[in-house]
């Protein structure tokens, strides 16, 4: 039966620290020959990850193997202390991409742990993010992936008045609560932060998923199996009874897996990006079009990575000198980055792309 309707969730895909890494790592593309190198995924979407290989950029999973002096790039999600270390050893130019949210909780963390605080840290295993986090202050930090985990991860405090609970940026927003809530029946000073470590992001776009899901007969979540909240976004939409797919992108969607869903809704995980959503609306061809489900509008806009400020300007003068221009007027006119705040990660990257 063919789609009469799509319910299109806004806000959806990329969030701004993603567009913030994205577009840090083009503009690596730009000023550097082949190849850049990138710690970790540079965000957990399998289509961004491609298109950023094929324009030469190679993807480690340990700084060693990123040649001295070559131009390295880590990842949004975090990287543990020892590998930023490690990673600015060999006259490496490194750019930390890492989000401002992720450095938050790394903050918290550092700073409960000196003040004797047992954390628990709410996240997944083996998710780059929270293995970044739980090496902040690895003798202080316990994880706690499920609310059954809390018996063994409270046991043996060495002092139960003094616990904090902090969290990866990308859970769904019930796990969180879930957990808190159950933390402080036990433990009622737990200390958390005052505002949550959940990335705003994340908490907006399952709320638009969830008005998006009321009204819809089947769900299409957008973004790789490996995004936290992507899946966060699926668990949500399930949460509600509604009918969910997951996918990459269009070339997995089978319109016939949606059986007779007439009304559809669509969202994207915060790594995925607008030309996904484009793609799989058109496989969906609505008969009756796309209406949007608006919840809130997204202003939060973080500048490019300070080693990149930094690095853009002089490369810009030095290019100036070298041409014969006057560098002083090349520092005095509009700097590269004055446009960025306007810039869109995913239109940058698909001009990236396009031959």
Partial sequence: MPVERVLLARPRGFCAGVEMAIKALAWMVRVFEPP?????????????????????VIFVDDVNEVPPGAPLMLSA???????????????????????????????EARVRAKKGYTILYVGHAGHDEAVGTLAV????????????DLEDATAALPDPSKV?????????????KGI????????????????????????????????VAARADAVVVIGSANSSNTLALAK??????TRVLRIDGPEELDPSVLGDARVVGVTAGASAPEDLVEAVI???????????????????????????RDLVPALDSLVALVSGDDPVAAR??????????DADASHTLAALTTP
């Fill in 236 to 241: 949500v939409a399930g949460s509600t009874g």
């Fill in 77 to 107: 999600h975090g990287s543990a202390p020892e590998v930023v270390e490690a990673a600015r050893t060999d006259a490496r130019l490194v750019v930390n991409a890492v989000c401002p949210l992720v450095t938050k909780v790394h903050h």
């Fill in 164 to 176: 904090a609970v902090l969290a990866q940026t990308t859970l769904a927003v019930s796990d969180w």
């Fill in 137 to 148: 202050a690895p003798d202080a930090i316990r994880l706690v992936e499920h609310g059954e």
């Fill in 36 to 56: 850049v190198y990138c710690y970790h995924e540079i965000v957990h979407n399998r289509l961004v990850v491609d298109r950023f290989q094929a324009l030469g």
């Fill in 332 to 341: 005095d006119r509009r700097g590269p980055f004055s446009d960025d705040r």
């Fill in 180 to 211: 808190v809530d159950r933390t402080r029946e036990t433990f009622p000073h737990v200390w958390t932060a005052s505002r949550d470590d959940l990335c705003f992001a994340t908490t907006n776009r399952q709320a638009a998923l969830s008005a």
């Fill in 282 to 308: 058109a496989r969906l061809a609505p008969r009756d079009g796309v209406e949007t489900v608006h919840v809130t509008d997204e202003d939060e806009y973080f500048p490019p990575p300070r080693e990149l």
